[in-house]
Structures are given as structure tokens and as C-alpha cells.
């Protein structure tokens, strides 16, 4: 199918995903900031030097979204324009995406931008932009693409497994009773992406194996039956590999293993897992 629009999919770093191929695509960095050091994070940014950093570094830290500039710049000669942010309920980004989208349509009459909020982050955003590359590449309407998208993603989820919720206590994504819990040594908290984006504590877990297990669990309770599956790691690539093999021993063989990439490093922390998933309503 040919038709005249000129597509473009744009998501923020937080997606952990600085390319993507056949189709047009840009990433919006996100920023990260320890004292003097500031790191953006891009294609370029050394995620293992970053990690590093940080675990000397002692004093305050904070991150900041890509400005309504930034979403601009990256919507720049398309005019069908698909953006997909990180969670409203945790980050200004996705208002300053949807503020540019307003702006760039009324510099560029007949363009169109659509701003997905992901209510997520890492790979379940990776599985949004996954889709919206399928709908482009077979050239479906933008209206229609639109419609499909917020359908398919009412169907996509994310359950993490984090080792410290340092950081995201440090600014204020999380209530401190939730964080003072899991500064125990060897206490891992699995938890989810709730429906509105915020993050939903599921259960406390003793040492990595018993929070795969919950992991596996949780999500057959959430209703995956076999669909995709998209693990993003913070430097633990072994229960990144524990999972995908329990899942391949189940039958299921759609299971991609990547590495966070700045944002969420700094906010799942090391050994932090993120596994976005299709449920069986797809
Ligand atoms: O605007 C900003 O400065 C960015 C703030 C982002 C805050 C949350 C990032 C979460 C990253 C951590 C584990 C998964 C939690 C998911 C909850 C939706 C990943």
C-alpha cells in the first residue's frame, strides 16, 4: 500500500532504544545529573562508565525530561508523526511532547503528531514502538494507526525486579516506606506499571531466584499466554538469560533480552530487570 505521508516515530531514551531500522525514527534524550557531572542520555552515552559513576557518587542526583525544543527538533520533516513518552504520572515529558505536537502542527498546516503516553517505560515502550513501526511500514492511515495503537497498547504491560529504589525515592517517584523496604540487603521488590503509570509494588522477594520465580508468576496472572516479551537489564544479563530460558522451555520463542539504557539505569539500578509483555487479549 503507497500513500503520501511522510511517517516519523520518535520516543524519549527511556524507551532503551536509540535506533530502529526500515523506518523513520528519532530518540529524545533524557538527562541525567550527579553534582557537575551531566549525562545526556543518547546513543553515545557510556551506560557501564555511567552506572559506575554514580555507585561512588554520594551526593544528590536527579534527572530531567526532554524539553518541548527537544520533541520539535526530532518531529523535523515528517508529517505524520507518531511520539511515545515515558509515564505521565512520573515524568513532564509526555506534556512537553504534547505541547510540541500543538506547536509543530501549527507551523506545519496538514501535519499531524500523536503523543502516546506509554504509562511505562523501557520495553513495554519498546513494544509500542514495535507495533507503530509494523502499522508504518504497511503504510495504514495515521488516523487508523492512532486508533490501533491505543487499542494494542491496553494489551501491553511491565513488571519489574529492583535491588534499590534509591534513586527513585531520592526524587520523590516513590512513597520512602516503599523504598526503606528494599534497602535490605538481598530484598528485591517486584512490582508493576500500574494502570495509571505509577509504580505498583507487588511483592517483597529474598535473593534473585525467588523474585524470577514471582516475576514468571505475575506475569501469567497478568494475562501473558505467549506473546511478546521484552527484558531490558541494568548490568544483569544472567537473570535476564534465567528468564528467557524459562520461558523458551515453556514453548514461547518471541523473547528479546536488551540493556537498559541511561534513565533507566539510573532508576532501576544495578541488577534491576524490566520485562515488558503482550497479553493474551492482543
Ligand atoms: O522526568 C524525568 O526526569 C524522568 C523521571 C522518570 C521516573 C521513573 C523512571 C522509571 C525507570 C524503573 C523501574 C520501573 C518503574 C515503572 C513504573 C511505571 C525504571
Redesign the pocket.
Known sequence: MENRFNYKIVADS?ADLPALAEVNYAQVP?LIRAGQNEYLDDETLDVHAMVEDLRQYKGRST???PGIGDWLAAFDGADAVFAVS??SA????YNAAVAAGETYCQEHPGACVHVLDSR???PEMRLLVEKLREYVLAAEPPERIWQKIQRYARHTH?L?S?ESLTN?AGNG?VHPAVAAAVGILGIRIVGC?SEK???HPLAKCRGESKALAELLRQMERMGYRGGKVRIDHCENEPAALLIRHALLKQGYHDVEIHRCRG??SY??EKG?I?IGFEDGGV
Not at 512520573?90 to 515529558?93: D, K, Q, R
Open positions: 527511556s533524557l534527572t530531567a525530561c515515558i509515564t512520573l515524568s513532564g515529558g511505562s517505560t523501557g511491565l519489574f529492583l527513585l517517584r506499571a503509570g505509577e509504580l534513565l533507566c532508576y532501576a534491576g524490566l
